[in-house]
């Protein structure tokens, strides 16, 4: 065999290994179907139920205000419930899919660490933009409840791309 041949057919073979390792690794992470809720507006608070979070782990909402509807996503991760924007703004995109410890732009694929909001991987455009949390409070009847104006405060800080 011509040694000229052998060496670039290995390299393309470690190659070809080693991405469906890479493939079949992220295949293994639970990806979860969103699921739409409507949240209940009353007065400052806006409220989702805990149990659909627990029960279906990749719960949509959008909530109206005076500058049009805002997007956000609420899930559980070992344990923790986590209440972020729902944006990525140089795609524009407005669906994530949570998978595993990530939320995957829907749109350009892009990959936000579900922990820290933090893009790690995909365009580097969008990886600028991280996912602002929002604070919430879980009540004794079960409901997630933010603040309206903290709901507002993380979608603009989701708009905002971070220092270079």
């Known amino acids: 065999m011509n040694r000229r041949l052998a060496i670039p057919g290995v390299v393309v073979a ?7 390792a890479g493939c079949s690794a992220s295949a293994d992470a639970k990806t979860y179907a969103a699921n739409w809720v409507t949240p209940t507006v ?3 608070d806006v409220t989702i139920p805990a149990s659909v979070v627990a029960s279906k782990n990749d719960v949509h ?15 559980a991760l070992n344990g923790v419930t986590q209440v972020r924007a729902r944006l990525c703004v140089p795609c524009r995109g407005e669906s994530f899919t949570l998978k595993g410890d990530t939320l995957v732009c829907d749109a350009c694929g892009t990959i936000f660490s579900a922990t ?23 009540s004794a009847d079960g409901n997630i409840t933010m603040k309206l104006n903290d709901l507002q405060t993380a979608y603009d800080k989701t708009l905002k791309r971070l220092p270079q």
Request: net charge positive; aromatic share 10%.
């Open 14 to 20: 470690l190659v070809a290994v080693m991405l469906m």
């Open 42 to 44: 009353n007065g400052g």
């Open 61 to 75: 909402f959008k909530v109206s205000t005076t500058q049009g509807q805002m997007g956000f996503v609420a899930y």
């Open 116 to 138: 820290t909001g933090k893009g790690i991987g995909g365009v580097q455009a969008c990886q600028s933009y991280p996912k602002a949390s929002v604070p919430f409070t879980t």
